[in-house]
């Protein structure tokens, strides 16, 4: 076993071409062009109303942001309304009161506040997850609302909104463009439209936007990997904000007035209904949710004349679309496509643009090293390590060291308190008393995310994987805590310009022998193979001490094999710490093992020294049998 500080992997003997689609460069902006290009030349024919093609387009623009919020980052809020009232007002009284004459910048500086205040709001809002993130996000809506109607209503007008908000016009020097209102302002609109689209394609295929989507998967692996979600979660609550703040700006455009309404309830809740129905996650769900909400109410209140009646019938397409299309529209036409196409794929594409290109052009070292500092003392040391859950005292005073290059294995019963250990060492959970030191450095008390970026991480007994990505998605989710830091907001980038991501993913994947299911989604692998994956999303992240619990469980004897044929493939040149409950593998694979038993340690040894101890025997066997031999497995 190599006890060198420098973990040198060898390189990848050869970087394959993912075997999915190439992403062809432009294409669904090209579409969306050509669809907007033709509206005002086909609609007006079938007998569209200018006013609602233009107020489906906002609706639509208005639901970009709030479906990386909702569809990508796995948000809900229902507190929309507050953000788009901002953005709306505050460009209304510039162009009205404050007599501002540009309305484009007017736009962009109410903009620009609905993102302030969103900045604010998601800090507060997004210190709770869940139910309670949404409850927050209804009240805040509330506050904002009760404040644009009282204390604000020399502002907003109160009640009666701000009237007068003029249409924008455009200077070329030869020329100007005037966007007045109905078809003639539509271009103005679809290009705005367009524009938010473009931007928002990029923020999904960046890094940034892959990490929102592994919040949504599974957050408390997102965070395990390295990255800082709450960070991210708050990047995302701001650009729901921005798109929010444009789209209530442009409501005043519109309309040539502010109405008071944008700030009720209403606006929120609707927001989040025509998402679902188009199908959230897509980007263009609430364009499409918007579509088939507002053309329904013009068709059911004005050609079927229902009166108030047309809510109980939007209300109950509402049910129907969601009941059957669980992800909406564009979901149930994907799942269609899919269909007969007879293949699935993960959800999106991002991680589909790490292209060959990209992996021939890179030919880099993979980063599977960190600086290490000058240390020379154990890699790992717990010092009086204690856990207590109440009066359940699942580890008692443990002191443990691991040097550099060690492969570590620790055994006993089920309860014995190594999981709770684990825990602690990665500072999942923190220890009722006692320290925990990692290459010199006292990390007791630190957060997951902070230790995971030192280089401490680990697999986990259950699978905590990002279940709807595919496996490389998986992977690369954790290659870019390690190559990126924790938070970085390169919305912008591609993910095949990450320097470095190709081969680290393509490196992690041949290590845990899954190169040839890349492209699955997780939920579609074998038992087995998610086992490995669990543990190449820790390799993933660049450990230099690598904890695994219990990478065997639930394998078949086979798979076993396979397994620990692999680990002692992974062991090479890394520092690693092992439980598992089969001895016969572990005493295999380990140098040393620790054995625990009611939350102490009871013995440390060789593996040989481990199979004569008497102590061990009495523990799992009740003293019966001479030695743990081949055949010995923990009672588990
Ligand atoms: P092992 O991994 O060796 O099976 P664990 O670390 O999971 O053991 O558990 C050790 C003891 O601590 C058990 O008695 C377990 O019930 C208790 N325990 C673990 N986690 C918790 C918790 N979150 N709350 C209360 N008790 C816990």
Redesign the pocket.
Known sequence: MSTGTARAIPPPTRLREPATLRQRPFFVETILALVLIAVPLVLPYLGSAPNTVNRILVWGLFGIGFDILFGYTGLLSFGQSALYGTGGFVAAYLLTRAGFPYVILALVIGTIAAAAVGYLVGLIALKRTGIYFAMITVAIAEVFYFVEFNPLSEWTGGENGLPGVPTPSIPLGFTTLHFSTGWSLYPFLAVVYFLGIVLALRIVRSPVGTIFRAIRENPLRAAAVGHNIHSYKVAAFVIAAAYAGLAGGLLGVMQGFMPPEAFTFDTSGQLVIQTAIGGRGTLFGPLLGAGVWLFLQDFLQGTLKLGAAWKLVLGLVFVLLVVFLHNGIIGGLKSLYQHVRGRANGDTVAIDTIDADAARTSAREPHFRRDVPAFSGPILKATGLS?H??G????ADIDFSVNRGELRGII??????????F?MLTCE?SPTSGSITFEGRDITGMSVTDVCQLGLTKSY?VNQLFNRLTVRENVAIAALAALRGKLKLDMLRKMANVPGLVDQVEHTLELVNLTGRRDTPVSQLAYGEKRRLEVGLALASSPTLLLLDEPLAGMSPSERVETVKLLKSIAQGRTMII?DHDMDSLFELAERVTV?QE?RVLVEGTPEEIKGNAKVQEAYLGGVHEGLGDTAEAVS
């Open positions: 856990k859950y109440g359940v005292i699942a580890n006993g019963p089920n309860g014995a308190g190594k999981s709770t250990f825990k959970v007994q439980i625990l939350g």
